[in-house]
Structure formats: C-alpha cells, structure tokens
C-alpha cells in the first residue's frame, strides 16, 4: 500500500492522514487501511488520480 501511495505524496497528489496495520491492531486477517485526501486542481484531476491509484491497486472510497 505504501509503494503504491508514495508517488502520489510525492507529487503532491495524495495527503495521507492516518493508517492502520492489522497486525499491530491484533486483526492479522483484516486488510491494512489508509485514509487520505486527493488532491488537485480540478475535479477532473482528482478523478484521474484516483483512477490512477485504483488501477495500481489502491482501492478509494
């Protein structure tokens, strides 16, 4: 999740507020989580970037 997320950071793109590590969290079945925000300049470029994340496999809400 995190190799996937840090491009976006680092373009600016994605502003991550918090996430969670089932394992430490005593939940080894569930998936990790990670909240965030998607940011851009348009509504069309926040689509794109979430698309985007989607299709590396970073599902959005």
């Known amino acids: ?5 840090r491009p976006a950071v680092r ?9 969670f590590d089932p394992v430490a ?6 998936p990790p989580r990670m909240t965030g925000l998607v940011l851009g300049h348009s509504r069309q470029d926040v689509l794109a970037c979430e698309s985007e994340l989607s299709g590396a496999g970073l599902g959005t809400i």
């Open 1 to 5: 999740m995190l190799a996937i997320a």
């Open 11 to 19: 373009h600016g793109r994605l502003l991550p507020l918090t996430f």
């Open 25 to 30: 969290g005593g939940h080894p079945t569930d």
